[in-house]
T-cell receptor
Framework: DTAVSQTPKYLVTQMGNDKSIKCEQN?????MYWYKQDSKKFLKIMFS???????INETVPNRFSPKSPDKAHLNLHINSLELGDSAVYFC???????????????FGPGTRLLVL | AQTVTQSQPEMSVQEAETVTLSCTYD???????LFWYKQPPSRQMILVIR??????QNATENRFSVNFQKAAKSFSLKISDSQLGDAAMYFC????????????FGTGTSLTVIP
């Protein structure tokens, strides 16, 4: 069973379009994250939600808006896509405040976004 | 904010040999967690090994082990008997229990395994 899944895996789109990336985890975790990995492989956190509440919001353009309908889902919506948004976006989940295995973040397979 | 430094952008190792990837971090906290993640060409992030700062014993997972030096704030990864499948990008990560469960990642070390 897939622990953290993301759709789509690949996304090619034109500048100015609006797109969404979906993320779902079946681990029963209460915290989910979005990361952006650029062409140099730098991994930067964008957002984190705990029990559907935003707890981390790094400096990202407000064109990016996370939506958490429930604890198992954290979707990322991007408005007015720009060339610089091209990257791989990773969703991850963990259990806040736990010990041992629950401290670990589990990553999805990533979504490759290419903006033309 | 906590920072994680991986000073080796690229490393290479002969198959079956041992290689050590370095990681240092900066923190004023006493309780935290450290991780090594592997990212193969498929881009998926895979947990390799985990260390709790309150444990003095170094974590070990089969061919992977860490050298955790809390006073020096150092957390290196040793890969023994390197295999071709170990070729990947390796990220060191720090998790603070005090900043909303946020993880801080290093910039990664690209490991090449030479047959």
């Amino acid at each position: 069973d897939t622990a953290v899944s993301q759709t789509p895996k690949y996304l090619v789109t034109q500048m100015g379009n609006d797109k969404s990336i979906k993320c779902e985890q079946n681990l029963g975790h209460d915290t989910m994250y979005w990361y952006k990995q650029d062409s140099k492989k730098f991994l930067k956190i964008m957002f984190s939600y705990n029990n559907k509440e935003l707890i981390i919001n790094e400096t990202v353009p407000n064109r990016f808006s996370p939506k958490s309908p429930d604890k198992a889902h954290l979707n990322l919506h991007i408005n007015s896509l720009e060339l610089g948004d091209s990257a791989v976006y990773f969703c991850a989940s963990s259990q806040l405040g736990g010990r041992e295995v629950r401290e670990t973040q589990y990553f999805g397979p990533g979504t490759r976004l290419l903006v033309l | 904010a906590q920072t994680v430094t991986q000073s080796q952008p690229e490393m290479s190792v002969q198959e079956a040999e041992t290689v050590t990837l370095s990681c240092t971090y900066d923190t004023s906290e006493s309780d935290y967690y450290l991780f090594w993640y592997k990212q193969p060409p498929s881009r998926q992030m895979i947990l390799v090994i985990r260390q709790e700062a309150y444990k003095q014993q170094n974590a070990t997972e089969n061919r992977f082990s860490v050298n955790f030096q809390k006073a020096a704030k150092s957390f290196s990864l040793k890969i023994s008997d390197s295999q071709l499948g170990d070729a990947a990008m390796y990220f060191c990560a720090y998790r603070s229990p005090n900043t909303g469960n946020q993880f801080y990642f290093g910039t990664g070390t690209s490991l090449t395994v030479i047959p």
